[in-house]
């Protein structure tokens, strides 16, 4: 079983990871390969770039590494998978191929059409012209985004042709292709993440998603800002359509010779009580909501990737084990950079804690970098005790220009 471990990708999504990694048995040393990283008690940072695969395969021969796991989508990209598996390393993710359908957002809509599954109308444009043409007969609001969004000022909900058509110039002058237009599905926002060989998948957790940036649903559309776990808004009927939509994509994906393995997630709105619009492929847990999920999965996590691995998971699994807690996730952002993240250490536990992109002075002060900083995560028996905890939480914890959703869970 694995001893030495390589996270290649740093946030939150890593340090999550790396914590409930080190609780696995036989765990020795943990290194998260991230440009930039923070120091922890937990793992140890290694300067490597996502995405320089030959650095990375070195590293792992020379540190003795048992198992990778590539947690950011430019690792993926890079197709770090297929790399390391020619040269004979265990790796625990998916092939580029097969997760095209997540990292470009183009692709996984016209997958999702291909299959069948229920989905938004959309279209997806190389030319403006053709954009225009299909805004013309949308229902709005719509949203328009990049096939592969870097940051919020790649997406945007539209509610007016004029402000729509605005945004697509704006996208198409800065040299975009494959911008992705999608009439706007109100409803309750989950994502349900699984487990697979490639073959067969089982479901980690259904997660309640927030994706817009302010109280009420308000500001800019964003991958996620918080979350909770177990979403009890979320049937069983909806559970197994779901399913069946993962046995397809699978099925698909094995039938081109690119089974998927590692983790995927299912990101949906629910807009009745059983009906829903799959949006997007998730190819990994999101720094907004791994803790959440992490912290309901009551398994050894480094059997259960040696098994997908390994070819042996739907010989030794029939379900992944949830302990019974509630668990309620809030992404902490800065509107300044270089202020001082003030009382951390009066947080309950620092475990709860998991960096996205902060700078750690030489004297053990985190201070802000403009953007997402951290998430702060609590566990409790129930979700209304959980949510508590973490607000309670955030209110000791300051800093000039700090933002973070007040109605999570609510």
């Known amino acids: 079983m694995a001893k030495n471990i390589l996270i290649v990708g740093g946030g939150a999504a890593a340090s999550a990871l790396a914590k409930k990694l080190k609780k696995a048995k036989g765990t020795e040393k943990i290194f998260v390969a991230a440009q930039g990283g923070i120091k922890s008690d937990i793992f140890e940072t290694v300067d490597i770039r996502a995405n320089d695969t030959t650095a990375l395969l070195k590293f792992a021969i020379d540190n003795e590494i048992d198992l990778t796991i590539p947690v950011c989508d430019i690792a993926l990209d890079s197709d770090i998978v297929s790399f390391f598996q020619t040269n004979g390393q265990r790796i625990f993710g998916p092939v580029k191929d097969a997760c095209n359908i997540a990292l470009n957002k183009g692709s996984g809509k016209k997958f999702l059409y291909k299959i069948h599954a229920q989905t938004s109308k959309f279209g997806v444009f190389d030319k403006i012209q053709l954009a225009q043409d299909w805004l013309d007969n949308a229902n709005f609001p719509v949203t328009i985004r990049c096939s592969k969004p870097n940051n919020l000022d790649d997406r945007l909900v539209c509610p007016t042709s004029t402000l729509a058509n605005e945004f697509l110039d704006n996208l198409f002058s800065k040299g975009e292709t494959g911008v992705v237009t999608e009439e706007f599905a109100f409803g309750h926002n989950f994502t349900i993440y699984y487990i697979t060989d490639g073959y067969s998948a089982l479901p980690l957790a259904v997660v309640g998603n927030y994706k817009f940036a302010q109280d009420g649903d308000g500001g800019f559309l964003t991958n ?3 979350c909770y776990a177990p979403d009890y808004k979320i049937n069983d009927v909806v559970s197994s359509r779901v399913d069946n939509v993962v046995k397809n994509t699978l099925t698909a994906l094995e039938k081109k010779g690119t089974p998927y393995v590692g983790i995927l997630g299912i990101d949906c709105t629910l807009t009745g009580d059983d009906k829903f619009y799959i949006n997007e492929f998730k190819p990994f847990l999101q720094d907004f909501d791994a803790a959440t999920v992490l912290n309901i999965v009551d398994e050894d996590l480094i059997k259960l990737f040696h098994a997908c691995v390994d ?32 009382g951390l250490d009066i947080v309950d536990d620092a475990e709860n804690i998991d960096f996205i ?54």
């Open 224 to 226: 996620g800002v918080g």
């Open 311 to 342: 070819g042996y998971f739907s010989d030794e699994y029939e379900s992944v084990k949830t302990s019974d807690l509630s668990s309620v996730s809030a992404v902490v952002t800065s509107r300044q950079s270089s202020q001082e993240i003030v």
């Open 357 to 410: 992109n902060v700078k750690q002075t030489n004297d053990g002060k985190y201070l802000t970098l403009t953007g997402e900083s951290f998430v702060l995560t609590r566990c409790a028996s129930t979700l209304s005790r959980a949510r508590n905890y973490l607000y309670d939480d955030l209110a000791v914890i300051s800093f000039a220009g700090m933002k973070y959703r007040k109605d999570i869970c609510s």
